[in-house]
């Protein structure tokens, strides 16, 4: 009905709307400058006193409760009636991924080879993208399994799809009922529950919460699958339960006006208008799950993460290069096939497209699917992929690549690293770790006030506090210190680009795309070529994580930019202002809602990084996680860090939203890919 | 359109057999609005109320009737409720208090499946912005009602053929709404809303967000449905060239209230209200007014050899017989029974005054 209704005149005696608190005198930098120098001044007098630095393999009495912890789980999983449940969840996934496994990628006992060999699969894939997509997408999925097999990748690579898909599966039949809950429910209160709850799952950086879903559920698929799951369900509530909810409301009155039934309602009008928002809600959801799926290598799960884990740990740079490709391939693969499948059946009705002739055709096409099935469980050859040595060779290549480029370049990206490190990181992670704790967490809080004022304060003290209590301060610091250099360089990166794509369409036309692309490549992917770059230190896991980054924040800056009312940019250039003042004084100052939600966006990403970077020399948080995988005894550390990396991604978040908040310029969220943000 | 249908009772009530009858009823938005009904409150300014309670009063004691056949046009400046009171008669908004009887029933009291039932047979809405279904072809959207009744699709998309040739749209019945101009898909609209075969239809500012040619095509074409098929309307406008132009009454109403019930030319020749009258100032009024309102009565000195005209008689169309005449014009009611007498200076009045108004 709203729709329908002209906006109400203001009442006359309303309170004019609210004004964002305006600081009197001096700005708010120049307090955050006066706090920073304030801070190195008592820093040089305090210096190394009280940093609670906790050396590499030792551990509190607080880890070895959590440790215990863990233990009596364990120990209980014969009687704990909640722990025998979520094991019985896992080994229904462990059943179905076998079950699947044995169909297409490993052999099915006594068959030395699957049920159905690669001919057979790539002829049934190639043939679902063309019945969903179109012939293209049909090539596509086809050289894209090709390249699966070619590369001697092929069972790591169905592994891959089995998690990702037995995730995606069970995050539809769960999430789509509540998506359906969130797009038509009138209650206040059901709503702003799911709203929290997802929002929270947001700002979780995934990556920890792999170790308590360990525990409940085990390594291995059940592991792998569980954690997918849950890093993939929210997209599609949110983004699906959305589109319902978006739907509009003229066109509900009037079909309601006809005198329709609630299920009427649901199936005829909400789902079918909100089909293409469900399907970049499914688009996003099997995105992330790739993503986790990779990820899920770490508590042994199965697919193309295992090689690239394996190459990361042996910094074999040639060798994580081939799986990494392919992951891309996969990435790429998926993200055009259901983009394009939300846009067929309208294409083709438009099109005026026959539909006797495309039943033929799938019918016929579908019968050379099955023959190339059937010719698939007959002949070795094409059942197993025949062996080839491409893959040793690429990664040689890649090596002796490398290789080359170190040599020749190694000053250049030396000398690249050389200057971040000793004219930022080093500096500043000083400033963070070698100050006492009290010193550290009273700057911050100060900090924090004066960027987001008093609804910043408490979820900052809560966690300070708790980054104290789980007894990992330094380390904390050592990675809240990366996730600050690696934003800084991002915004930089994002300023300079987004403003370029603002202003120039062209720009905008080229790199976009490329930012989309980037945007689909799950993480661990980005750490590969940089390891190249940089070697097993905490700079790889920076730079990994700018690269991550960018693409968010610098179409965040240059879509805010964009924003600014064309108005008031003639307005500004009638007065004859060069560029740059306009670029300065109008356009950034305007666009700054932008600038906070990208600033937030990048701290969280380069978190999550800093975090998977932990292996690859970055240490820290990251790296205490890992080692909590490996061994048992540092269970209790890990999952202390794992916490930790919450806290420190929830202090971010806050400030940063308490910060924008207190802006003026309103953004719209719903542009933001959240999925992304803060994963893993 | 005061032509073409049996004249309905100007006034008053034909309380047995009218298509739709409202008494008493009520929209107060916001929590708590059913205890405010029939407190002092209840007669506070929808601004006090608001100040006081925090409800907004959507229609406010809004009560009267419609004969079958009759286009009852509800007009009134934006937020006067009028949305608000035409979805409270099929209860797409849950009125607060009052009847709505339709063809005799209840509906206040109905349950959900009577509504449903209502709904589905007896009325049909047209909306402002169309309220299309994007995802289906022009002939399943008109076809919608019939397909949630359960209709088999064959029988459904033939009898919606019917409809879209009806409405002017044969040959786009396999397009898609958005391929379709503003005013076509109104035309969808109407179709939808007509294919239901409903006994009142009601029509929320259907063709506001028109442009003004296409506006008067549409106007003409639901002057052209309303002869052939005969429905009762309910028609919401804040337009008022399109109220006096398809009107057989009107109602006006100003935030919430009802401020005048009429015919047109009674709208514009006896404005109960300042706020009527500021309304009906740019109006033509020779366009609008009709003999009735400007002959005086007979005299026994008045020449009998003037043009004898019906009571009814738009004056524009008198003028010119009127003043070409040397003798002023005898009125005459339905029975030939002279009752009043027009000279050429009451003519010249409401004509000239007009042309004198806008300086
Ligand atoms: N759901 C609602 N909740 C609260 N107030 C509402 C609601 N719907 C309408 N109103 C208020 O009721 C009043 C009447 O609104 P309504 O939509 O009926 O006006 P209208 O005459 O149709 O105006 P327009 O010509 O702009 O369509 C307005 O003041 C509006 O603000
Ligand atoms: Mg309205």
């Not at chain 2, 032509?3 to 009823?25: F, H, I, K, Y």
């Not at chain 2, 008022?240 to 009454?249: F, H, N, S, T, Y």
């Amino acid at each position: 009905m709203t729709a329908t209704l002209a906006p109400a005149p203001p009442e006359p005696d309303a309170p004019p709307p609210e004004e964002p608190v305006a600081r009197r005198g001096l700005p708010r930098w120049a307090w955050a400058l006066i706090v920073i120098g304030v801070w190195v001044v008592v820093y040089a007098f305090t210096k190394g006193q009280d940093t609670l630095v906790l050396p590499g393999r030792e551990h509190t009495d607080l880890h070895d409760t959590l440790t215990g912890f863990r233990d009596d789980v364990l120990a209980s999983r014969d009687s704990n009636p909640i722990i025998q449940l979520t094991y019985a969840v896992g080994e229904r996934f462990v059943a179905v991924v076998e079950w699947v496994q044995t169909l297409i990628s490993v052999p099915d006992f006594p068959r030395p080879v699957p049920q159905v060999g690669w001919l057979g699969v790539t002829a049934v894939a190639a043939w679902v993208g063309l019945a969903l997509a179109g012939w293209r997408i049909a090539l596509l999925v086809a050289a894209s399994f090709v390249s699966f097999g070619f590369f001697g990748y092929w069972s790591d690579a169905m592994d891959l799809l089995i998690v990702t898909f037995v995730a995606v599966a069970v995050s539809v039949l769960v999430g789509m009922p509540l998506a359906i809950w969130l797009g038509t429910t009138r209650n206040r209160y059901v709503l702003a529950a799911i709203n929290t709850t997802l929002d929270i799952l947001q700002t979780m950086p995934t990556f920890v919460y792999l170790l308590p879903i360990v525990l409940f559920v085990g390594i291995g698929p059940s592991g792998a699958v569980a954690c997918t799951l849950l890093y993939s369900l929210p997209p599609i509530i949110r983004i699906a339960g959305h589109g319902i909810r978006g739907v509009s409301t003229t066109t509900l009155e009037a079909t309601d006006s006809a005198g329709q039934t609630r299920w009427q309602r649901l199936l005829k009008v909400q789902l079918p208008m909100a089909r293409r928002t469900i399907v970049v809600g499914l688009n996003q959801t099997i995105m992330a799950a790739l993503a986790m799926a990779t990820l899920a290598a770490y508590v042994n799960g199965p697919g193309l993460g295992k090689p690239v884990l394996a190459a990361l740990q042996s910094r074999d740079v040639g060798g994580g290069f081939v799986p990494g490709m392919l992951i891309v391939v996969m990435a790429v693969m998926l993200d055009r096939t259901t983009t394009a499948a939300s846009e067929a059946p309208e294409k083709r009705i438009r099109d005026g497209a026959d539909p006797k002739i495309r039943r033929i055709v799938l019918g016929v096409t579908g019968a050379l699917a099955l023959v190339a099935v059937y010719l698939s469980r007959e002949q070795i050859d094409l059942a197993r992929f025949p062996e080839n040595d491409v893959r040793r060779t690429v990664a040689d290549g890649v090596n002796d690549l490398v290789d080359w480029f170190t040599d020749t370049f190694g000053g250049l990206t030396g000398g690249f690293k050389d200057v971040i490190s000793y004219g930022l990181l080093n500096p500043l992670e000083s400033l963070l770790a070698e100050s006492p704790w009290y010193v550290v967490a009273v700057a911050i809080l100060a900090l924090s006030a004066v960027l987001g004022g008093v609804r910043a304060l408490l979820p900052t003290v809560i966690c300070l506090a708790g980054l104290w209590y789980f007894d990992l301060w330094h380390d904390a610091m050592v990675t809240l210190n990366m996730t600050l250099v690696g934003t800084i360089l991002v915004m930089a990166l994002a300023l300079v680009l987004g403003v370029w794509m603002a202003r120039r369409p062209r720009v905008d036309l080229v790199l976009r795309p490329v930012l989309d692309a980037g945007q689909t490549i799950p993480p661990f992917v980005y750490l590969i070529p940089i390891l190249g770059l940089f070697e097993a230190t905490r700079f790889t896991a920076i730079v990994a994580g700018v690269i991550y980054a960018a693409p968010v924040a610098i179409k965040l800056v240059a879509d805010g930019i964009k924003g600014v009312s064309p108005a008031t940019l003639e307005a500004s250039r009638a007065t004859g202002s060069t560029t740059w003042q306009e670029i300065t004084k109008v356009q950034l100052p305007m666009a700054r809602g932008s600038l906070v939600l990208a600033a937030n966006q990048g701290l969280l990403y380069v978190l999550s990084m800093a975090v998977i970077g932990g292996m690859v020399g970055a240490g820290a948080l990251g790296y205490d996680v890992v080692l909590g995988f490996s061994r048992s005894e540092e269970w209790g550390k890990g999952a202390a860090a794992g916490i930790s990396i919450v806290l420190l991604g929830i202090l971010i978040d806050r400030i940063c939203r308490a910060a924008a908040h207190r802006d003026p310029v309103t953004h719209d969220p719903s542009k933001r890919p959240w999925w992304r943000a803060a994963s893993i | 359109m005061t032509a073409v249908v049996d004249q309905p009772e100007q006034t008053g009530a034909a309380t047995t057999d009218a298509a739709l009858s409202v008494r008493g009823l009520w929209k107060i938005f916001g929590s708590g609005a059913e205890k405010i009904i029939g407190t002092p409150d209840a007669e506070l300014s929808r601004a006090d109320l608001k100040q006081k309670t925090g409800c907004v009063v959507g229609v406010k004691d809004v009560s009267f009737e419609v004969a079958p056949g009759e286009v009852f046009v509800v007009m009134g400046l934006s937020g006067s409720g009028k949305s608000t009171l035409v979805r409270c008669l099929t209860r797409l908004i849950e009125p607060t208090a009052g009847e709505v009887v339709i063809d005799g029933r209840d509906i206040t009291k109905a349950g959900a499946g009577d509504l449903r039932e209502l709904r589905r047979t007896h009325t049909s809405m047209v909306f402002q912005h169309f309220g299309l279904l994007p995802h289906k072809q022009v002939i399943d959207n008109v076809a919608f009602g019939l397909e949630i009744r359960g209709i088999s699709k064959k029988e459904r998309r033939a009898r919606a053929g019917e409809i879209v040739d009806l409405v002017g749209l044969t040959g786009f019945e396999q397009s898609y709404p958005d391929q379709l101009s503003g005013g076509m898909q109104q035309r969808v609209g109407l179709a939808r809303a007509l294919a239901n075969d409903p006994s009142l239809l009601l029509f929320d500012e259907p063709f506001s967000a028109l442009d003004p040619l296409i506006r008067r095509d549409m106007q003409n074409e639901v002057i052209r449905l309303h002869h052939e098929l005969g429905k009762t309307m309910v028609f919401i406008t804040h337009d008022l060239q399109e109220a006096l132009k398809l009107g057989d009454r009107i109602l006006i109403m100003r935030d919430g209230e009802m401020v005048q019930v009429g015919a047109p030319d009674e709208v514009v020749a006896a404005p109960a209200d300042d706020y009527v009258r500021d309304f009906v100032s740019d109006v033509p009024r020779s366009h609008v007014l009709t003999l009735k309102w400007v002959m005086r009565d007979p005299r026994p000195d008045d020449s009998m050899d003037g043009p004898v005209m019906k009571a009814d008689t738009i004056v524009r169309q008198a003028a010119k017989a009127a003043l070409a005449s040397d003798h002023p014009v005898r009125v005459v009611d339905e029975n030939d029974r002279v009752v009043g007498i027009v000279d050429d200076d009451a003519i010249l009045r409401v004509v000239v005054a007009e042309e004198e108004a806008p300086a």
